[in-house]
């Protein structure tokens, strides 16, 4: 599945932003989707992730109450809402497809959007 991610922006401290990714192929429904995420001179980390099966949502803690993963299948295309964000949410954002079950392991991860950057003014 090949994927493409937008909505990156320059965002105060407080404000929020809304990510999407569009992924082509006809079996997106069956993919696990992450968003991970890798600020300046640090590693790529997990965000969030919304399973194929049930459609169930998982956050890394520093994100828990302030982002909402999501997904249109219909539309191949899921969403991060973020909210409340802080200057330490700067990063580039990458969506990301794992074929099965829910894994926040950037290993399991077999297709990569390009990344979009998320800049938060403090």
């Known amino acids: 599945v090949q994927l493409q991610a937008c909505g990156g922006g320059l965002v105060q401290a407080g404000g929020s932003l809304k990510l999407s990714c569009a992924a082509s192929?006809?079996?997106?429904?069956?993919?696990?989707m992450g968003w991970f995420r890798q600020a300046p001179g640090k590693e790529r980390e997990f965000v969030a992730a919304i399973s194929w099966r049930p459609n169930t949502a998982y956050y890394a803690d520093s994100v828990k109450g302030r982002f909402t993963i999501s997904r249109v299948n219909a539309k191949n295309t899921v969403y991060l809402q973020m909210n409340s964000l802080k200057p330490e949410d700067t990063a580039v954002y990458y969506c990301?497809?794992?074929?099965?079950?829910?894994?926040?392991?950037?290993?399991?991860?077999?297709?990569w959007g390009q990344g979009t950057l998320v800049t938060v003014s403090s």
């Open positions: 990301a497809a794992s074929i099965g079950n829910y894994t926040p392991r950037i290993d399991d991860y077999d297709s």
């Open positions: 192929g006809r079996t997106f429904s069956s993919y696990t």
